[in-house]
């Protein structure tokens, strides 16, 4: 029977998913429908419901004559723009109206290098005011018009954009935030598509014979694998922006290539031998009206220089193309983002972490991050497929591809078959993720498995039944923990927040590879502002609600212990942050209790800022505690239960164990009158952030997992 069951219903399957809650909510409708809550109920939805990309809407502008387009006057511009033109007058005009309606925040200026045209561009003058209009004596050439016109640029960066293109919105402010995230990025391009929404270019790749692919042409640009940063081995020069210290520094275009072609695939590989980056940003759309500059005949005019150059670089790079790049069409996996070199690690999760919603969330987005700024190539799949919003897009600014819509959904398996070979490791979280990937990635890979284990959570499910005493609890605990061992077993290496769950892993499985990792990591501790003892009022908790010992907690600390802290001080306000309050805590709202909700990562800070003392009273639970480590990267003092504090290294250093009532109170109120105390502990937390919550830390393990 049972082996029917799985087969109608695999594990992790949707089938699996829907019927186990249908059957929960028939069993016990009551306590079903108290388990739900707002993010739960959208997950089902998003489970049962196919993920549908979606559409960037691309906006087309048309030519009148009558419009007069006014820039600003810019004495010190970021962006210098230039736009290298020759007739085609309508495409020049609707262009810079593009620009004019689409950047707001950034200072810039055109450049308009007109070389000797003959129609009505010859009077932009008349259209074009506050810009830099530049009509060469003679015809240059596009190469030479280029590089004359960016003599005169006094921008930080210099954007050559064709006059047959329309940007889109945040085009330029995309290109412009990714080069001042990094300074190592020499060039930043757009991404190109036709005016009928078709993709022209997502980045392009150079084989070892000198042949070039734009990648992606005439596909979907929505799709997962064209909307992520990446470095690439060139960019169309229809739509780049170059660091302008980098295009002195290189000389411009090389001029082997007069009058065109070949110049923008050869300025990128110069960017590299000058040990820079070449990055594509899908956020910069342009429209490009393919082939109006240059026509489409290779065998005349302008267009027939395209064989003949591509012939020079062939000879000029002969040598890194035989050393870096693939035969046609080979590797494609590596090809598209120069990831050759790379580890890839492939992350699996329950959906795209929400880290500002939770404490499971934030440690696996941190853990994202850290492995980017390894430099490893970084995939990411979220069992629900969906491109959760804005979380999907900061992953992939980061330089992650995430995997999400209807064909990943439906194709997963194919996926991971076809990229095996690519694929070095895969980071497993949360058992039920888990359980539905691990044989198939086991069988289909050679990868080295990760499972992060977290907190175990039949451990959590024995101490619930102990202070509940509901059976079902135990049952539950039995289930957890064949469950996790199952998994353990067949991970090829575990990963544990704490030294006490390493510890009962080392007794049962004596020959298992355990590694304890940081819940959260930190660039820098202390977060916030060093605001003063005297300055700081509140007593604050932090925890999401969707997770059952944070309701508990705090309802027991508000019934059994804030009323003794009142008795003593009536001015102390607690405030209580977290997503998803439930009616019980919502009904706590009261002129000494604030409950704030959800709140921004900018309104955390401020309240950690002027938090005197985090409270973490928890009843039951496992693992180490997000919630205080969290409080010690703000370097708040935390009063807790033991539970609250299990797992954390050398823990008796920063807090007491405060499991009875009386105890808690009188330990907060301490703390509210000892200066010297309060103090001392920050002081302590500083020092234990910076030593064992770094991503130093956590990058010195993660290398010892990779070798």
């Keep these: 029977m049972r082996?029917?069951?799985?087969?109608?219903?695999?594990g992790g399957s949707k089938r699996r998913f829907i019927a186990r809650t249908l059957y929960l909510g028939l069993k016990s409708p009551v306590k079903t429908l108290k388990r739900m809550n707002r993010i739960k109920i959208k997950n089902f939805i998003r489970q049962v419901l196919p993920v549908k990309l979606k559409k960037n809407k691309i906006v087309l502008l048309k030519y009148s004559e009558k419009e007069k387009i006014v820039f600003s006057k810019e004495k010190n511009p970021q962006v210098s723009i230039i736009i290298p033109v020759y007739n085609q007058f309508e495409y020049t005009y609707n262009c810079l109206l593009s620009i004019k309606k689409s950047v707001r925040k950034l200072s810039y200026e055109i450049i308009l290098a007109d070389d000797r045209s003959s129609d009505e561009t010859q009077n932009a003058s008349e259209y074009f005011f506050n810009i830099n209009l530049i009509r060469n004596k003679s015809n240059l050439?596009?190469?030479?018009?280029?590089?004359?016109?960016?003599?005169?640029?006094?921008?930080?960066?210099?954007?050559?954009?064709?006059?047959?293109?329309?940007?889109?919105?945040?085009?330029?402010?995309?290109?412009?935030?990714?080069?001042?995230?990094?300074?190592?990025?020499?060039?930043?391009?757009?991404?190109?598509?036709?005016?009928?929404?078709?993709?022209?270019?997502?980045?392009?790749?150079?084989?070892?014979?000198?042949?070039?692919?734009?990648?992606?042409?005439?596909?979907?640009?929505?799709?997962?694998?064209?909307?992520?940063?990446?470095?690439?081995?060139?960019?169309?020069?229809?739509?780049?922006?170059?660091?302008?210290?980098?295009?002195?520094?290189?000389?411009?275009?090389?001029?082997?290539?007069?009058?065109?072609?070949?110049?923008?695939?050869?300025?990128?590989?110069?960017?590299?031998k000058h040990g820079h980056k070449v990055v594509f940003q899908p956020k910069s759309v342009v429209v490009h009206f393919e082939g109006i500059s240059h026509g489409t005949d290779v065998n005349s005019g302008v267009k027939s220089y395209q064989i003949e150059n591509q012939k020079?670089?062939?000879?000029?790079?002969?040598?890194?193309?035989?050393?870096?790049?693939?035969?046609?069409?080979?590797?494609?996996?590596?090809?598209?983002?120069?990831?050759?070199?790379?580890?890839?690690?492939?992350?699996?999760?329950?959906?795209?972490?929400?880290?500002?919603?939770?404490?499971?969330?934030?440690?696996?987005?941190?853990?994202?991050?850290?492995?980017?700024?390894?430099?490893?190539?970084?995939?990411?799949?979220?069992?629900?497929?969906?491109?959760?919003?804005?979380?999907?897009?900061?992953?992939?600014?980061?330089?992650?591809?995430?995997?999400y819509g209807v064909w990943y959904s439906e194709n997963w398996k194919k996926w991971i078959v076809e990229n095996s070979q690519y694929i070095d490791f895969v980071y497993l979280n949360r058992p039920h993720i888990t359980e539905k990937y691990i044989d198939f990635m086991k069988e289909n890979t050679k990868a080295k498995i990760l499972y992060n284990g977290v907190d175990f959570a039949y451990i959590r499910e024995i101490r619930k039944f102990k202070l509940n005493r509901d059976k079902e609890f135990l049952e539950n605990a039995r289930k957890s923990k064949k469950l996790e061992f199952n998994?353990?077993?067949?991970?090829?290496?575990?990963?544990?927040?704490?030294?006490?769950?390493?510890?009962?892993?080392?007794?049962?499985?004596?020959?298992?590879?355990?590694?304890?990792?940081?819940?959260?990591?930190?660039?820098?501790?202390?977060?916030?502002?060093?605001?003063?003892?005297?300055?700081?009022?509140?007593?604050?908790f932090v925890g999401g609600f969707t997770h059952q010992p944070n309701e508990d907690g705090l309802l027991w600390f508000v019934e059994e212990i804030f009323p003794i802290i009142l008795n003593s001080n009536p001015n102390i306000i607690l405030k209580v942050v977290g997503s998803n309050p439930t009616k019980n805590i919502l009904k706590l709202k009261s002129k000494n209790i604030d409950v704030k909700g959800f709140v921004s990562d900018e309104e955390l800070e401020e309240i950690y800022d002027y938090t005197k003392v985090v409270i973490a009273p928890l009843r039951y639970g496992a693992g180490v505690k997000g919630k205080i480590i969290e409080a010690i990267s703000y370097a708040v003092p935390v009063v807790s239960t033991s539970i609250g504090?299990?797992?954390?290294?050398?823990?008796?250093?920063?807090?007491?164990?405060?499991?009875?009532?009386?105890?808690?109170?009188?330990?907060?109120?301490?703390?509210?009158?000892?200066?010297?105390?309060?103090?001392?502990?920050?002081?302590?937390?500083?020092?234990?952030?910076?030593?064992?919550?770094?991503?130093?830390?956590?990058?010195?393990?993660?290398?010892?997992i990779l070798k």
């Design 487 to 540: 998994l353990f077993e067949k991970t090829d290496i575990v990963l544990t927040i704490s030294e006490y769950e390493k510890w009962i892993l080392s007794k049962k499985m004596p020959d298992k590879k355990v590694y304890v990792f940081p819940t959260f990591i930190y660039e820098k501790t202390p977060l916030g502002k060093n605001i003063l003892f005297e300055d700081r009022k509140w007593l604050t």
């Design 645 to 704: 504090i299990e797992g954390i290294q050398f823990a008796e250093e920063l807090f007491s164990k405060n499991n009875q009532k009386e105890q808690f109170a009188q330990s907060i109120l301490q703390l509210y009158k000892d200066k010297y105390k309060w103090n001392e502990i920050r002081k302590k937390e500083i020092k234990y952030a910076e030593e064992y919550l770094s991503f130093k830390k956590a990058e010195i393990i993660f290398n010892e």
């Design 141 to 272: 050439g596009f190469l030479r018009n280029c590089n004359y016109a960016a003599e005169k640029a006094k921008g930080k960066y210099i954007v050559f954009l064709n006059n047959d293109t329309q940007v889109q919105e945040y085009w330029l402010e995309s290109l412009f935030e990714l080069m001042e995230r990094e300074i190592k990025i020499g060039l930043a391009g757009s991404k190109l598509v036709y005016p009928d929404g078709r993709l022209q270019e997502a980045g392009g790749i150079i084989w070892k014979d000198g042949s070039g692919w734009n990648f992606g042409r005439l596909d979907d640009p929505n799709k997962p694998e064209y909307n992520y940063v990446k470095e690439v081995d060139y960019i169309s020069g229809a739509s780049i922006m170059v660091r302008t210290s980098v295009w002195k520094e290189i000389g411009g275009f090389d001029q082997r290539y007069i009058p065109a072609y070949a110049e923008d695939s050869d300025l990128a590989f110069e960017i590299r």
């Design 3 to 10: 082996s029917l069951i799985h087969k109608l219903f695999p």
């Design 312 to 403: 020079k670089m062939i000879d000029k790079w002969k040598s890194v193309f035989e050393k870096e790049q693939f035969e046609n069409a080979e590797h494609v996996f590596w090809a598209r983002d120069r990831s050759r070199g790379k580890k890839t690690i492939l992350v699996i999760d329950h959906y795209v972490p929400h880290f500002d919603q939770d404490a499971g969330s934030r440690t696996a987005f941190q853990y994202l991050k850290l492995f980017v700024e390894m430099g490893m190539n970084v995939k990411f799949i979220g069992d629900n497929f969906y491109p959760h919003q804005p979380y999907t897009e900061m992953l992939e600014q980061m330089g992650i591809e995430v995997l």
